[in-house]
């Protein structure tokens, strides 16, 4: 079985803060992670992927095979930023989401 | 970008009847689409996977008798949620991947389904 978890629901950080949100997966084959962003009254849209080892807008995220992990980091928060986060897994055919972080990047 | 459009974007329904939530790609076809539902302050959960031209491929647990999906054609899924009940009320979003089967998902809007 696959299994995305994202420990923390919320998340607040003031501008200009570095950020980190947590993704941990277990999953016996090789994985695929991606991040998913879901701006406002958006829908949710693809922020990126490990395959491509991409900056989007200042947010990276290395996939730590050791340590199962896929964390999503920027050094530098923006107001703009504030937005629901969710952690992917794609594996087995199947595309598995973490729960979900609200990000709230305060001025 | 790829888009994927859905409609209605919400409805409101009486207990006991059908509804009918259509996802559509918009300027790519998507030999597959997926379901996913989505409760209040929770993630995204796969109902099913959507084969065009095939039945859809359900998860464990999802209904298929009640959640009908129908991939007419490359760019057209439906999900009829039939009988609904007010426990059907949520969140229903469809998906379908840029090329391979679960390659870069494009998201619809969503359809909130509320059932009173």
């Known amino acids: 079985a696959q299994r995305v978890t994202q420990p923390e629901k919320l998340l607040s950080v003031f501008k200009g803060a570095p950020v980190e949100l947590k993704c941990n997966y277990s999953?016996?084959?090789?994985?695929?992670l991606f991040w998913y962003v879901q701006y406002s009254r958006q829908r949710l849209q693809l922020l990126l992927r490990h395959i491509s080892r991409e900056s989007i807008k200042g947010f990276t995220a290395d996939l730590n095979k050791g340590e199962t992990s896929f964390h999503l980091k920027k050094p530098f928060a923006q107001e703009e930023d504030s937005a629901m986060y969710y952690c992917?897994?794609?594996?087995?055919?199947?595309?598995?989401f973490g729960g979900g972080t609200r990000l709230m990047v305060k001025p | 970008g790829a888009v994927v459009s859905q409609h209605p974007s919400w409805v409101i329904c009486k207990s006991g009847t059908s509804v009918k939530i259509e996802c559509r790609s918009l300027d790519f076809q998507a030999t597959t689409m997926f379901w996913y539902r989505q409760f209040p302050k929770q993630s995204l959960m796969l109902m099913a996977t959507?084969?065009?031209?095939?039945?859809?491929?359900?998860e464990q647990g999802v209904e298929k008798d009640k959640f009908l999906i129908n991939h007419a054609s490359l760019t057209l899924s439906t999900l009829t949620v039939t009988s609904a009940h007010p426990e059907d009320s949520s969140f229903y979003i469809c998906?379908?991947?840029?090329?391979?089967?679960?390659?870069?998902?494009?998201f619809g809007p969503g359809t909130r389904l509320t059932v009173l």
């Open positions: 999953y016996s084959g090789s994985p695929e």
């Open positions: 992917a897994l794609s594996g087995g055919n199947m595309l598995t």
């Open positions: 998906s379908a991947p840029s090329g391979g089967y679960t390659d870069t998902q494009y």
């Open positions: 959507s084969n065009e031209g095939s039945k859809a491929t359900y």
